[in-house]
């Protein structure tokens, strides 16, 4: 099958575009990307996604007009259908995750940004092992969400996609974290900052998805230099994005843990819901 990112937001964007809406002038596509989806994208970079996906046979074009390849749409298709063979039952979602009360699950990788592939796969998994859709998160930072922002906005409106309502709770109010609490607005999609809560005020992140807990903690490396960043920017002509979004591929050894546990993900959910829902 070609290769193609699913988490490129504008490549994509065409591909589901051009899935609902057949034979778009490049144009008209371009129209429907800025003003319907909203995406910041140039004409000149639009031309060269285009032309990219047409070279990798993904996108066919046709007196002028876009199209989905052919041959790309028949090994799509069967691919999909090998997923909801192989992924798709009950015991292939389970799979490496705890199945009974109280056990626990832990996966590890080199750094946070191999350890985000492993995240985000769990909580899609999760997505079919819960009734409730209302997940509860706890981040010590809006790490992600400034140095990830495209992938994190992307994550996060599939998540709403599938149903899922995400509260999301910063445990500190400095300049980024203010700044990054705003970055993503979405339906489905909340936030609030609140600095006397019951969990770690660095490296840490839980997220509550109803009996089930999927918690990281950072290691102290790269902890201490993401919380330098919070800490003493002030402005920001002060911050240096490339530098702090370098801290995801930091080498080292980074773990996430799931836990099934209903009493405790009952009382860190509460931990959360009474910052939430108090007056701001």
Excluded at 90 to 97: A, C, M, W
Excluded at 154 to 162: Q, Y
Aim: aromatic letters at 12%.
């Amino acid at each position: 099958m070609n290769y193609i990112d699913p988490l490129h937001e504008i490549q994509s964007s065409i591909i589901e575009t051009l899935a609902e809406n057949k034979n778009l002038s490049v144009k008209k596509l371009h129209l429907h990307l800025t003003q319907n989806l909203k995406l910041k994208i140039s004409s000149q970079n639009l031309y060269r996604t285009v032309s990219m996906l047409i070279k990798e046979k993904v996108i066919s074009k046709e007196d002028k007009k876009l199209i989905l390849n052919q041959e790309w749409i028949y090994h799509f298709l069967k691919v999909a259908d090998a997923i909801k063979i192989n992924y798709s039952s009950q015991e292939s979602v389970l799979d490496g995750l705890p199945k009974n009360e109280g056990e626990t699950a832990e996966f590890f990788s080199d750094s946070l940004m191999s350890l985000d592939l492993i995240w985000i796969n769990i909580l899609f998994r999760l997505i079919e092992l819960t009734e409730s859709k209302d997940w509860h998160v706890y981040n010590s930072h809006p790490w992600y969400a400034i140095g990830t922002i495209e992938t994190e906005k992307r994550f996060f409106e599939r998540l709403v996609l599938r149903g899922v309502n995400v509260s999301m709770l910063y445990g500190n109010n400095y300049f980024l974290d203010k700044y990054g609490e705003k970055l993503i607005n979405l339906s489905g999609f909340k936030t609030k900052i609140e600095v006397n809560t019951m969990f770690p005020k660095e490296g840490y992140a839980l997220w509550v998805c109803e009996k089930y807990l999927v918690e990281v903690i950072f290691p102290k490396e790269v902890s201490k230099h993401f919380a330098h960043f919070f800490q003493n920017i002030s402005s920001m002509s002060q911050f240096d994005l490339k530098m702090f979004s370098e801290l995801f591929k930091m080498k080292e050894r980074c773990s996430l843990k799931v836990e099934l546990n209903s009493k405790k993900a009952d009382r860190y959910r509460k931990g959360i819901v009474k910052f939430l829902e108090s007056e701001c």
